[in-house]
Every structure is written in C-alpha cells, then in structure tokens.
C-alpha cells in the first residue's frame, strides 16, 4: 500500500480509450480537462520526479524518498534514515522490494505495473504507455462532493478507478481493487511546483482496516538519475579463475553443496518456489548473525561460484519443502535472489547444474521455450491438464508432478477420480491430497504424456494468480535453463 503513496500527484492524460456509453461524458475528454488544469503541455517537458514524503501509520512515522522516470516507467523508493530500511520499485519488467534486506518480487506483477504507471503519470503519455479507460459514471465521496470516475488499465496491469471533481476536473480519490482487499486513497491539499500540480496531503483506507496517512515534503523536477538507479538489487557474484559458469554435481538436479562462511559444506535445494532460507542449525554451525531473524553471509560457494553478501531467511519451517525436493533434510535454498542474479540449468538424470553469469547465456539447442510470468517469486506457466488450460508454477522444490488447486478443479469443472491418498508440500505447507493418473499434460509447446495428478484439499494461501504447481515429477524429465530476466525458461532433451 506504501507504494501507493510515493509519489502523490495530479496527473492525467489523454489515453487510448474505449468510446463511452451514449450521451455520457467521454473517459478522453475528461482527462484532457483534468491535464489542462495540472498544467497542460508543461508536463511533456518533464523527465524525471523526485519526491520525499512522511508517512504515519497509526502512530509509526517514516520517511521515504522516491525517484520516478517518466520516460519508462521505472521507480525506486527508499525508506530514508533507518538502517537496511525498505527498499521497492520497478526496473521495467519486474516489481520488487527488499524488506530486512531480504529480496523478493512484488506479490502481484500486474498491480506493480499498474503502481509503477500511475508514479510514472503514464497517463500524460499515451504514446509512452499504452493503456484502456473507460467513463464509469457519476460517483460521491463522504462529504456529498460529485465526481466522474473512470477506469484505468495499463497494459499488462490490473485496473484502477480515478475519480476526478466534478466542478473542478482534479483528481480526488483512486481506488484499488485486488483479491485481498480495497483500497481508497484520497488527496488534498494541491500546490505549484514548477508550473505543475501536486497533491502534498494523502489518506488511504484499506477494507482490511489498514490506514495511512501521507505528507509530501519535497518535490523536484528532472532530478538527477544515474546508471543501475532503478535495477532490481542482484546479489554480487564471481567465477573461479575468470570462468563464466560453474559446473557442480547436483543430487535429482537440485541439490547442490555449498559452504557458507567458509563451513560445510552443507546441502542447498535450488528452488525455483523459495527465496533464499537456512535453518537455525546451518546458522549456528556457519558462525552467523541472526539479526531480525535474517542472517548475511560474506560468501557462499558453490563449486567454482562465490555468492557475496547473500541474506538468508532464517527460518525453521525449511524442513518440509527440502524434504520434498531432496529426500532428504536440506539445510537451505537458493531462491528467487540466485536466478534473479544468474542463469541456471539443471538435469536431474546427469545429477549435474550448472550456474552462469547471464550475460554469457544463450538458450540451449534443441530446447523449448516455455515464457513465465511472477506471481510473488515464483515462476508461473500457462500448461494444459486434461486438455483444460491454466497457469501453473514450475517449481524445482517440489518432487510432485502436477499439483492442482480447488479454485482450478470448480472453476473448469474438472472431476477426477478419487485416487490415493497422498499429501505434497506447497511452498512451506504440507498438504492433504488424492493421487490420480493423468492422460497428458502440455508444456508450452511440449507434449509431456501421461502425469501424476495431486488434487489438494484446500488453497494454498497467498497465491492467487496460480492454478496449481508442476514439479520435479514433470520437470526432471527435461533438461531446464532457467533465465529469470528474460521471463524464460527452456525445456530440452536430457543427455
């Protein structure tokens, strides 16, 4: 909800939109009024924002400073004089946010475009930033005051209301709707900067009771923006003797040896599924600090690759998902922060993965590609099951074939037979299920044959956007190279 609020201003544009109903006023036309009162043509010789602002949730004020490029949407917002404090932002194809120095993707990779658009004021430049909008009608806040609300949604984001004063034309409320809640931000007190109009007072409102409540302090235009200002953070990396991969034996294609801190070496589950984890024990034994429940190490190796810096979630729920990849108990993943940083190929009939510096990946030949999307960190899939399509995480941590979720099974009527029961581990939960044989699953463009199916009992909390989980059932018949940073992976023939 923070990055909501970064950067507070009254923007809008004319936008490629929908023609609205008869006789109603049109989305273009109101947004060309609103633009004209934020300052008109002004705004097209704007490159760049940068803003401080105060915020104060039920008493716990901080302070973030937020950096926002126009030209391509990217943002980067720190939380300002707190050690390791919150970092988030977009770098142009993901939303991140690094929380007691722990990386992770932003749960909803639509919403993060769609939050990255409106800092962007993507809006002011449809040439720029494509998006559809549409007149919703005539809305009312609490005090009675009219307003015209109107939908919008970038391309490749979720839909946001923006609802603009009647009388005046200025934006005065947005609302955000996801699957988890609803959320109103309303805005006041505008001021001149530079020829334009910003709102330096916000609230938000959530319907899960969350409030907020934000000051902007400082505004500049064109600010300074150097080179990497907006990458997503990757953890610091080197090669042996200036190679640029590491080869390493690796148990079912996963499970690599690595020592941290120069002890071990211990066992790590390369998990597609995680973030980075060690236990209690692995810490104690390689001599880190537990801060917070986070520990940092100075340098993990893994065969001829040095990780430097790598922050660990330290955590005593590891166990279930370890077991699951590994047979056995795993002492750590290497997560979403290792393929964010690198490419990664695994083959679990050679026992082998080997870990590159991207730069130097090309895809491998005779492979597949299979495109992913994010939902949160994990790498999602559109697959057919029982010729039904749905979208699946691929996850390297899990030794299933093919996971499906209730909200999948109701949703396209599928029924199966009763099986036996079973139970699989989701992310870090163990779960009831019914093992039935599958007539086929296809991959992308990849024909995988008959599958085992594992209809859970319940959804898995806090993955929404997913349809079920394909794991190292599936996957381990494949050859697989993984490049996060280009939304690939590649399925090929195992040697």
Not at 15 to 35: C, D, F, T, Y
Not at 73 to 100: C, I, M, N, Q
Not at 313 to 335: F, M, N
Request: charged letters at 25%; one cysteine or more; proline letters at 5%.
């Amino acid at each position: 909800m923070v990055a909501l609020l970064a950067v507070i201003a009254f923007a809008l544009a004319p936008l490629r939109i929908a023609a609205a109903a008869e006789g109603a006023p049109s989305a273009r036309a109101l947004l060309e009024q609103a633009k004209e009162t934020l300052g008109g043509a002004a705004w097209d010789q704007v490159k760049a924002l940068r803003t401080v602002t105060v915020f104060d949730a039920g008493g716990r004020r901080s302070e973030r400073e937020s950096l926002v490029d126009l030209t391509t949407g990217r943002y980067v917002t720190t939380e300002r004089g707190v050690p390791s404090g919150a970092r988030d932002g977009f770098d142009g194809r993901f939303g991140w946010k690094v929380l007691r120095g722990l990386l992770l993707l932003q749960p909803d990779q639509r919403e993060a475009r769609t939050a990255a658009y409106m800092k962007a004021k993507g809006y002011l430049f449809p040439d720029r930033f494509p998006a559809q909008a549409r007149y919703l009608g005539e809305a009312k806040d609490d005090d009675g005051r009219v307003m015209d609300a109107v939908s919008l949604e970038p391309s490749g984001g979720s839909a946001v209301e923006l609802d603009l004063d009647a009388r005046t034309h200025r934006p005065v409320r947005e609302v955000y709707r996801s699957s988890a809640a609803e959320t109103t931000v309303r805005y006041g007190d505008p001021r001149e900067v530079g020829g334009l109009w910003f709102a330096f007072r916000a609230e938000l409102k959530s319907s899960d009771g969350a409030k907020l409540a934000a000051v902007t302090e400082e505004v500049a235009l064109d600010p300074e923006l150097r080179p990497g200002t907006f990458a997503c953070p990757t953890v610091p990396f080197s090669f042996e003797n200036g190679a640029a991969s590491a080869d390493v034996p690796a148990r079912h294609g996963v499970i690599v040896r690595a020592l941290v801190g120069g002890k071990g070496p211990f066992p790590f589950v390369l998990d597609t599924g995680g973030r980075a984890q060690v236990t209690p024990a692995l810490a104690s034994r390689a001599g880190l600090i537990v801060e917070r429940g986070v520990a940092r190490a100075g340098e993990v190796a893994i065969g001829g690759l040095v990780l430097r810096g790598l922050a660990f979630d330290v955590t005593a729920e590891l166990g279930p998902a370890a077991e699951a990849a590994s047979g056995e108990a795993a002492a750590g993943l290497l997560g979403v922060e290792t393929f964010l940083s690198l490419a990664v190929e695994i083959d679990a009939k050679q026992e082998h993965a080997r870990l590159l510096d991207r730069r130097g990946f090309a895809p491998p030949r005779g492979g597949t590609l299979v495109a992913v999307e994010f939902a949160g960190s994990k790498p999602v899939a559109e697959a057919e099951v029982e010729g039904t399509k749905g979208r699946f995480i691929l996850d390297t941590g899990s030794n299933a074939d093919v996971i499906l979720f209730p909200r999948f099974l109701a949703r396209e009527g599928l029924k199966l037979e009763r099986g036996t029961e079973a139970h699989v581990v989701v992310g870090s939960a163990r779960l009831g299920a019914r093992k039935t044989q599958g007539r086929g699953l296809r991959l992308g463009g990849v024909e995988v044959g008959a599958v085992g199916l594992f209809p859970v009992e319940g959804d898995p909390p806090g993955l929404p956007d997913a349809d079920g989980v394909i794991g190292m059932g599936v996957l381990g018949r494949f050859s697989l190279a993984f490049d996060y940073r280009s939304g690939s992976v590649y399925l090929g023939p195992q040697k």
